[in-house]
């Protein structure tokens, strides 16, 4: 049998990593006429429905103040193939530099929000703020999706996960459970 003795402890600034949230995702938004985009590992779904996301960004990003100014953006979801320009888009910051010119994105324009939607990735979902009482003390925005898109090109994205030190961890062979989901049917 395990006893805690047996077990090594785990710094708490690295939990993260063992719980990784969901796929590493991008944010764009639109200030001042101006798109721009970000590279977001922390976010996750907070219901199924009606629909809400959950996504961090802090004063520290550019994109904060474009998200509490205009109250809208677009996750959009890249996929594996993607993943070292995410990484680099994540290394720069949009008050320096047009990050679609220089990563050679598509801006596409959305249908219910200002924010363009990415060409390049697998799915676009047009969110609008729901509640932004937790932006303060912890910098998470609750996203109410208004409007979401996904590219028939890609019927079997692989998506890729933040790993919180550098590395990533993609999509694997999926397995069907779904005959056991006995509780929750009306998902499936």
């Known amino acids: 049998m395990t006893t805690v003795n047996d077990l090594r402890p785990h710094p708490l600034d690295q939990i993260h990593r063992l719980i990784e949230p969901g796929p590493v995702i991008l944010v764009t938004t639109r200030h001042r006429g101006i798109p ?3 590279t977001n590992g922390f976010n996750m779904m907070v219901r199924h429905v009606p629909p809400l996301i959950a996504g961090t960004i802090g004063p520290w990003d550019h994109s904060y103040r474009a998200l509490t100014e205009t109250g809208e953006c677009v996750i959009s979801i890249p996929t594996a193939d993607l993943a070292a320009t995410v990484v680099d888009i994540g290394n720069c910051s949009g008050a320096d ?3 679609f010119e220089r990563f050679g994105l598509t801006a596409v324009p959305g249908e219910k ?9 697998f799915a676009n979902i047009e969110c609008k703020v729901a509640d932004s009482t937790l932006v303060a003390p912890y910098h998470l925005f609750l996203l109410e999706p208004v409007r979401a898109w996904t590219d028939p090109a890609h019927p079997e994205p692989q998506l890729f996960h933040h790993r919180g030190d550098g590395t990533f961890t993609l999509d694997g062979p999926t397995i069907d459970l779904k005959s056991r989901m006995a509780k929750w049917q009306y998902l499936l």
């Open 113 to 121: 929000v200002r924010a363009p939607l990415v060409a390049e990735c």
């Open 36 to 38: 721009n985009v970000m």
């Open 97 to 99: 530099v047009d990050k």
